[in-house]
């Protein structure tokens, strides 16, 4: 992010999947008694399909719950698995296939610092005791283009259940995975890597904070953050912290990695406004990904103000909104 963003004329312009026809696709799955390709490959006697298929596959595609509605398409699945930000893989947006190099089994995940017991926990496990869901969230990248999305997940709110935090923690500390040699980015050692983020416990037992384990009726893709990602809707995209392998309470803001590399520009509240522009541009519109270029308002909160304004009425004397 410290780069330019690619310039429009870069990107493949396929045009967004509408809600409809991306429902359709679903029951035609569903009738047809189709899991996800990954759990189709575990039927077969191959074991080698067996020991790399997803055990999470039997979950999909999970009811969606209706309470939240987008007022835009969906992005297109092949815009959202082939754009990305995951500078684990490279500090630019192709980074897809590179990102096939992410082991995402076994995989556990780790609950320590002010919690009444450390727990470390498989990803099956973590995902069999939680109630998946799907939602359609907008998605906004601090670099001014967006996404709609149809994630899988569970509420933070039930993973900070499930950790049990001490009385005195404020704050929950998210880390993704360290390891260069499966994840080259990793070897630019001018980034301080692990990638780390962090919230409020309030803005994590937000009825918006969704832990995503998926999207597009699938189990998440690596390039995504498989197995296991924060998914915080009216936050800039940077928030969103893919890959977690452990979530640490605190009664101390952490410093995430954004923000440790430059604070003036990156924050840690980094809600979204259209009237606060970023250090370098603007922030009033975005690029809709797959919208032929197409720019649309920015709305504060990202359009969630009515769920997360008030989490914000008593922090004054800084900015909540970079
Ligand atoms: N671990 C990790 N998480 C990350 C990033 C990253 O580089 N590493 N990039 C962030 C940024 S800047 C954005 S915009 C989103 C992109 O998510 P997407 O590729 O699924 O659209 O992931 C966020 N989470
Ligand atoms: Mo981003």
Redesign the pocket.
Known sequence: ?LLKSKPNWELPESAATSESVFQDRRRLVKAMGLAPIVAAGAALPNTAAAATADPSAKFYPAARNLRYRLDRPLSAEKD?TTY?????FGSHKYISKDAQALKTRPWTVTFDGMVEKKITVDIDTLISKMQLEERLYRFR?VEAWSMALPWTGFPMADLVKFARPLKGAKFVMME?FHDAAMAKGQKQFWYPWP?REGLSLEEATNELTLIGTGAYGKPMVK???APLRLVVPWKY??K????IVRFSFTDKRPVSFWEKVQGKEYGFWANVNPDVPHARWSQATERVLGGKGKRVKTLLYNGYGDQVAGLYKDINGENIFF
């Open positions: 992010m959202a990305n930000n995951f500078y684990e990248c993704t990638y390039q995504m953050g995209g940077f969103s912290i893919k890959s």
